[in-house]
């Protein structure tokens, strides 16, 4: 679909909805559809800036000394990623029994203990890399942007003049955060993550073998206990097309 039509379809949408709204709501709404459409590398890394400090806060962040971090410490120096589209990365571990991980635009990268409680180091290393991949790639920002865009076809974002991002409310940064963190890639978008994971891995000399050993293990949880890679491809499937990989190009 053209941009314009995407466009005209979510101000459509903003007026259709309206009738709850004064006009003025209205049009602020159509404002930031447009704004959302042409969203930005910088602006996803503003929306990021708020949204990640909002998640910390409604987190219980493993203390500096637990071993969770000393583990995450130890798998960032080895992946060697100090900054990601020219935003610093920035590492925490969220106490929780989720299986889960996310990286932001802005260099934010969050580990669920959870996952760090069923995977080894090469394996929460291989999901590492690829949330990564999906900030380096562009991924993020695209996700971020229709979570903005629906936000600002229900009113909810309001920025002003020449800016796409504004401060939002608690409750607009709680949505905005649910629909980042429960939102699915596509799935090109997860095999050119996977990729990326991939490569960083045997650029740094490191072996491939544990991003396909935690699919693996992702795919015998099933029955959806956990959000993370639940999108197609399959768990299973990725793990095959990984090995089928490191067997071609690595011999092993």
Request: net charge positive; hydrophobic share 40%; glycine share 8%.
């Amino acid at each position: 679909m053209r941009k314009t039509h995407w466009i005209g379809l979510l101000l459509l949408s903003v007026s259709l909805g309206c009738s709850a709204l004064d006009l003025k709501g209205a049009l602020s709404a159509g404002t930031n559809a447009v704004k959302a459409a042409t969203f930005s590398d910088d602006d996803a890394r503003k929306v990021a800036d708020q949204a990640c400090p909002y998640m910390d806060s409604k987190a219980q962040i493993a203390p500096a000394n637990s071993k969770y971090v000393q583990r995450l410490n130890g798998i960032a120096k080895k992946l060697n990623v100090s900054e990601v589209n020219g935003a610093k990365t920035n590492y925490k571990v969220y106490i929780t029994n989720d299986i889960n991980a996310f990286a932001m635009a802005n260099g934010c990268i969050r580990v669920y203990s959870g996952l760090m409680d069923m995977m080894n180091d090469d394996e929460v290393m291989g999901v590492v890399g690829h949330e990564i991949g999906h900030v380096a790639l562009g991924h993020t920002r695209k996700r971020m942007q229709m979570a903005y865009a629906t936000a600002a076809a229900r009113g909810a974002a309001a920025a002003s003049g020449n800016s796409t991002v504004s401060t939002l409310s608690q409750s607009q940064l709680g949505d905005l955060s649910e629909s980042l963190i429960k939102a699915q890639y596509s799935q090109s978008n997860e095999s050119e993550s996977d990729n990326y994971s991939f490569d960083l891995l045997v650029k740094n000399g490191l072996s491939p073998e544990g991003l396909i050993t935690g699919f693996q293990k992702l795919a015998k949880l099933g029955g959806g206990k956990s959000d993370m890679f639940s999108s197609h491809p399959s768990s299973e499937d990725r793990a095959s097309r990984l090995q089928a990989r490191m067997k071609n190009e690595l011999g092993k």
